[in-house]
């Protein structure tokens, strides 16, 4: 259990802010047919010549069910670097405050905190890709705002141990944000049902991975209801299009073919981790909780260039600190992992 007051947490401005409330908002309806005359739309009607509602209700209420938290605890946004971003311009003041991150870990923390002229407090994960709590406690100032926990983690591929998240959700003063983009692909229990024993804790999920919807761009925070009536004060009111709240809407109605691809994909994933290390310039590969499979090799950037000549695209890991030497493999279908083991063989 730890206590952080969050109002002591939101940046000065944000505090006197109140939610940019759009015409539609305003009206209460009785039940009847309405006539839209408020928001200087075209009348004529080709399914999305509205506006679309800027609290996503129908698909808010779905997913919040699915997820056994209630639609207050849910904030979308035009995928989760949305969604990140908006926690940075809710907590973060510029120039004064700081993150902190583990890398290797998801690019994006670095690149909004440049955006938004936060410093990035970088603590390495351990050699077994865990958080250094210690030092990373030790790291935290009264300035650090949020800590970023990427887990499953990308790169690596791990989940962080629950004993090392539960220290630092209780000891580190400022937000945690566990980023589960991969959670649907791992063993590990999701964090959501903590939401309500730590009031500092931000869980981020998106509809880009395990439901095949990386186009639509939707990404979702869940929070208490303190937490996510702060991010809806300073969110664009019509961030998720019409297209997307549909698309996304029947994507979540439709959980079983999600599960059986989701399924599928955890399969392959074995059969490829299997194959890559009967190659001979496979070194190690790490036991992933993730739709990717992350290798050490002999020579990463030389086995790069070698598959992108044979019009295989991979992610080059190698410059990231203790990932020398590593390239990172997104599943894929049976016929392209197959393809790929074949190519791998071929330059052996
Ligand atoms: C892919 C990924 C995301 C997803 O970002 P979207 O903007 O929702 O597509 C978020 N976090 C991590 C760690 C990722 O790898």
């Given at each position: 259990?730890?206590k952080?007051?969050?109002?002591s947490?939101?940046r000065e401005?944000?505090?006197?802010?109140s939610p940019y409330?759009?015409a539609?908002d305003e009206?209460v309806?009785?039940?009847?047919?309405?006539?839209?005359?408020?928001?200087?739309?075209?009348?004529?009607?080709?399914?999305v010549n509205?506006y679309?509602?800027p609290?996503?209700?129908?698909?808010k209420d779905?997913?919040a069910q699915?997820?056994?938290?209630?639609?207050?605890?849910?904030?979308?946004?035009?995928g989760?670097?949305?969604?990140?971003?908006?926690?940075f311009?809710a907590?973060?003041e510029?120039?004064?405050?700081?993150?902190?991150?583990?890398?290797?870990t998801?690019g994006?923390?670095?690149v909004?905190?440049?955006?938004n002229?936060i410093?990035?407090?970088?603590?390495?994960l351990?050699?077994?890709?865990e958080?250094?709590?210690?030092?990373i406690?030790s790291?935290?100032?009264?300035?650090?705002?949020?800590?970023?926990?990427?887990?499953?983690n990308?790169p690596?591929?791990?989940?962080?141990?629950?004993?090392?998240?539960?220290e630092?959700l209780n000891?580190?003063n400022?937000i945690v944000?566990?980023?589960?983009?991969?959670?649907?692909?791992?063993?590990e229990?999701s964090w959501l049902?903590?939401?309500?024993?730590?009031s500092?804790?931000?869980?981020?999920?998106?509809l880009?991975k395990?439901?095949g919807m990386?186009?639509?761009?939707?990404?979702v925070?869940?929070?208490?209801e303190?937490?996510?009536a702060i991010l809806?004060?300073i969110?664009?009111?019509?961030?998720?299009?019409?297209?997307t709240q549909?698309?996304?809407?029947?994507?979540?109605?439709n959980?079983?073919?999600v599960k059986s691809?989701v399924?599928?994909i955890?399969?392959y994933?074995d059969l490829?981790?299997?194959?890559?290390l009967?190659l001979?310039?496979?070194?190690?590969v790490?036991?992933?909780?993730?739709?990717?499979?992350?290798?050490k090799?002999?020579?990463?950037t030389?086995r790069?260039n070698?598959?992108?000549?044979?019009?295989i695209?991979?992610?080059?890991?190698?410059?990231q600190?203790?990932?020398?030497n590593?390239?990172?493999?997104?599943?894929g279908?049976?016929?392209?992992n197959?393809?790929?083991i074949?190519?791998?063989?071929?330059?052996?």
């Open positions: 259990m730890n952080v007051d969050i109002q947490l939101v401005n944000v505090k006197g802010l409330s759009s539609r009206y309806s009785d039940g009847s047919e309405m006539v839209f005359l408020d928001a200087n739309e075209n009348p004529f009607e080709n399914g509205r679309p509602d609290q996503q209700r129908n698909l779905v997913l699915q997820k056994g938290v209630k639609p207050k605890n849910v904030l979308f946004g035009n989760s670097d949305e969604v990140l971003d908006l926690i311009r907590f973060c510029p120039k004064d405050d700081n993150i902190i991150t583990l890398p290797p998801y994006m923390y670095k909004l905190s440049g955006i002229n410093k990035n407090k970088e603590v390495l351990t050699s077994e890709f958080p250094d709590v210690e030092q406690l790291t935290a100032d009264a300035n650090s705002k949020l800590l970023f926990l990427c887990s499953p990308n690596t591929a791990n989940s962080f141990s629950r004993n090392k998240i539960t630092l000891n580190f400022g944000v566990i980023d589960e983009a991969y959670i649907d692909f791992s063993k229990k049902s903590k939401l309500s024993i730590y500092n804790l931000i869980v981020t999920q998106t880009s395990a439901y990386a186009g639509i761009r939707l990404g925070c869940y929070a208490s303190e937490i996510i809806n004060k969110k664009p009111p019509y961030n998720v299009n019409e297209l549909k698309r996304a809407l029947d994507r979540v109605l959980l079983d073919k691809e399924a599928d955890l399969e994933r490829l981790s299997k194959a890559l009967q001979n310039f496979v070194v190690k790490y036991d992933t909780d993730a739709n990717f499979v992350l290798a090799l002999d020579n990463a030389e790069y070698q598959l992108l000549k044979k019009g695209v991979v992610r080059n890991r190698t410059t600190p203790l990932c020398e590593t390239l990172r493999f997104t599943v279908t049976k016929e392209e197959q393809r790929l074949q190519v791998l063989k071929e330059i052996q």
